[in-house]
């Protein structure tokens, strides 16, 4: 399975080579972003990365591509959100994720 930003960035990259040329420099360098992670869901550059894709997106004027955004189709997988989940570390944080019963899913653990 493709991770999200790997296929976020692919996506921005196949509208690239449709737009015309001042508009493919604009989402090649979005698709740059993208592949560090910046616009995951889980990622440290930005309160919600998908939230902040979509403003860029509709700022550059890609309504489309916003849209796709919009609709959750670069959401993180069920699988990335659960390696988030395993990755915290922060007491309140944990402890938060089980009063709101999205804590990772340890039935599998051995």
């Known amino acids: 399975m493709t991770d999200t930003k790997t296929y976020l960035a692919a996506e ?7 737009a015309s040329h001042e508009n493919a420099a604009k989402y090649e360098a979005l698709a ?3 592949e560090t992670g910046e616009f995951d869901d889980y990622g440290d550059a930005h309160v919600c ?3 902040a894709l979509h403003n860029e997106l509709l700022s550059a004027g890609f309504t ?9 189709e ?3 997988s069920p699988e990335e959100s659960e390696a988030w989940a395993r990755s915290q570390t922060d007491p ?6 089980d009063v709101l019963g999205i804590g ?5 653990d051995q």
């Open 92 to 97: 309140q944080v944990i402890a938060l994720m």
């Open 49 to 51: 990365g998908p939230t």
């Open 12 to 18: 921005l990259r196949a509208v690239a080579q449709r």
């Open 32 to 34: 740059r972003r993208a």
């Open 74 to 76: 670069f959401d993180a």
């Open 104 to 108: 990772p899913d340890r039935s599998k």
């Open 64 to 72: 489309k591509f916003a849209a796709r955004v919009a609709g959750g």
